[in-house]
């Protein structure tokens, strides 16, 4: 209670939400800029926060005006729910229930991060992520789809797609050369490795350092 600073930013908030809500603008942006030196998150009091928001470390937390967050969701330090254009209309995303967004994200744009969705630390999304999956990377990609509607804290523990990328590409070459040596059995080849030619170095007068080398 004395000195959470996510619960603080998320209570004065609430208090700046209703006055904008009254159309005291000018009382409600107040209130937002004193939370925001107070805590270090700027949350707009026209964002809509639903029940059990949790703000883990509020520094860097930034959520535009026509944000719209679901129930029991929880955001780490950094992230960004921030819009695309400064036109009068919905610019900023709409979270669902359930949500964990991970350090460092950045989430833009009138889209829709669908129930039950881990965004992974330092994701950058910029297109709608259905319900139930998980996405990492710049721009994030779904790596991950499954049914779990519990809430996991564990955003550091998400799979690394261009990883998993390369481990499918070996498998995928060993599997043709094994292949490839069955058939050259069954038809009798002998096969002969071929030694690779060497290749006299070649130094670019461009890339040669211009201090002389000391013998």
Known sequence: MLFSQGLHAIRLH?????????????????????SRILTGA??????????????????GVVIGETSEIGDNVSIYQGVTLGG??????????????NVVIGAGATILGPITVGDNVRVGAGSVVVKSVPPNSTVVGVPAK???????????????????????????????????EYRLEQIEKQLGIKVEKIPIPKIAPFKSPELSCPVEEKH
């Open 142 to 176: 779904i790596v991950q789809r499954i049914g779990v509607t519990a809430i996991d804290l564990h955003h550091e523990e998400l799979p690394d797609p261009v990883v998993n990328a390369f481990i499918d590409l070996c498998h995928s070459l060993s599997e043709m």
């Open 42 to 59: 700027d949350i707009h009091p026209g964002a809509i926060v639903g029940k059990n928001f949790f703000i883990d470390h509020a520094t």
């Open 84 to 97: 695309v254009s400064t036109e009068k209309r919905k610019r900023h995303p709409t979270i669902g229930n």
């Open 14 to 34: 609430k208090v700046a939400h209703r006055q904008y809500l009254k159309g005291r603008y000018k009382t409600a942006r107040a209130i937002n800029y004193f």
